[in-house]
């Protein structure tokens, strides 16, 4: 079976520093992987999604995140933070095509100024 | 476009109570799903519908049930409701590889 694991539950930055967020999968099949932010009391918006090509992918408000097969990981990375990023993040898997996500636990992000 | 809309954003039920969550989306998608949040859990699936009159269990089901009747709606029941499934629970829609959420529906069951 699937899984998807953030490590650090809570990840505290500075105003512009580099934010760096962890996630590791475990597949038998080729994933689809995704990163989705949610604000408080919202739901979740899609950052940023990897299905096939090009292991480095670019999203909204600055993030990227890089598919590392050899790794199992696809962390995301925002090279400086903003206040406006404070937010919970998720990773989350979908066995190819199969239209169902498997989220890991989350990551809260605390943005210092 | 109103996207994904769930009601209503606050519950609070007692034990036993029953209640269903309602959930419409306008994009015409055939996949529609509802999650449950909890906290350091992420989000587990309970049910989800690839299309009107199809529907099937997630990873968490016990407790719930769904209907698929037409495309827009996908309303969540709660027979019986126990104080474990206090939780924000969330619908979404997808057609390719993107899911849509709705706002969230925050239930307590005292």
């Known amino acids: 079976a699937q899984s998807v694991t953030q490590l650090g539950s809570h990840v505290s930055v500075s105003e512009g520093a580099l934010v760096l967020l962890r996630c590791n999968y475990s597949?038998?099949?080729?994933?689809?992987l995704f990163w989705y932010v949610q604000y408080p009391n919202q739901g979740l918006q899609l950052l940023l999604k990897y299905t096939t090509g090009a292991t480095l992918v670019k999203g909204i408000n600055g993030f990227e995140a890089e598919f590392k097969k050899s790794e199992t990981s696809f962390h995301l990375t925002k090279p400086s933070a903003h206040m406006s990023d404070a937010a919970e993040y998720f990773c989350?898997?979908?066995?190819?095509?199969?239209?169902?996500?498997?989220f890991g636990g989350g990551t809260r992000v605390l943005v210092k100024p | 476009n109103a996207g994904v809309t769930q009601t209503p954003k606050f519950r609070i039920l007692k034990i036993g109570q029953s209640m269903t969550l309602q959930c419409t989306q306008d994009m015409n998608h055939n996949y529609m799903y509802w999650y449950r949040q909890d906290p350091g859990m992420g989000l587990k699936l309970i049910y989800y519908?690839?299309?009107?009159?199809?529907?099937d269990k997630g990873e968490v089901p016990n407790g719930y049930n769904v209907s698929r009747s037409t495309t827009e709606d996908f309303p969540l029941r709660l027979e019986l409701a126990a104080p474990s499934q206090t939780s924000v629970y969330f619908c979404?829609?997808?057609?390719?590889?993107?899911?849509?959420f709705g706002p969230g529906t925050r239930l307590t069951v005292l």
């Open positions: 989350a898997l979908e066995e190819a095509a199969g239209n169902k996500l498997t």
């Open positions: 519908s690839v299309g009107a009159g199809i529907t």
């Open positions: 979404a829609s997808s057609e390719s590889n993107e899911q849509f």
């Open positions: 597949s038998s099949v080729p994933p689809y």
